[in-house]
């Protein structure tokens, strides 16, 4: 048999639960049976936002990675890295050594897409919660990757006699 079980801790730690059941006999008495269920509470992971400037091809690209705390407790070494899913990194890896409750931080990142089309970003959060427990969250979006255009601008501009010879004094 499985029950649904959803509640709310107002701090996270070790709990021990009692699961009751109510049943009756053969002889219909009601019987009842109590048993300890420990768990332990966990905070939520950090909210994870990834922001892509224009990519394109061979062209180096900055993912901003917004992170907030949605717990009432700080959490501590929050490390974001990179995945190469998307190219090769260039700032791979950033750290954070406290975000506190409620607070919202912004670490940048960059890579070198390697290949055009619609492609994966991906960041692997790491922390450490409240109850002092490591834990990762991966986050990934969907990014347009413009294809390498060589962009070099020329102009021609008409140079009077006159002006030349100003210009090579």
Known sequence: ??????????EAGPRVLTLSVVGTDANDRTVR??????????SAPPLVELAVAE?????????AVSLSNPTTAPMRNLV????ESLGQAVESRRTLPTLAAGETATLNLSVVP???G??????DVTYTTASGVARTTTFA???????FVDDVGLAVVPVRPDEAADDAT
């Open 114 to 116: 390697d290949e055009p």
């Open 80 to 83: 974001v890295a990179v995945n």
């Open 55 to 63: 990519a394109a091809v061979e062209s180096e690209s900055r993912l």
């Open 118 to 123: 619609v492609r994966t970003a991906s960041v």
């Open 141 to 147: 979006r969907s990014v347009a990757v413009d294809p």
């Open 1 to 10: 048999m499985t029950v649904p079980l959803a509640a709310s801790f107002a």
């Open 33 to 42: 049976v109590d048993r300890p269920v420990p768990v332990v509470v966990e």
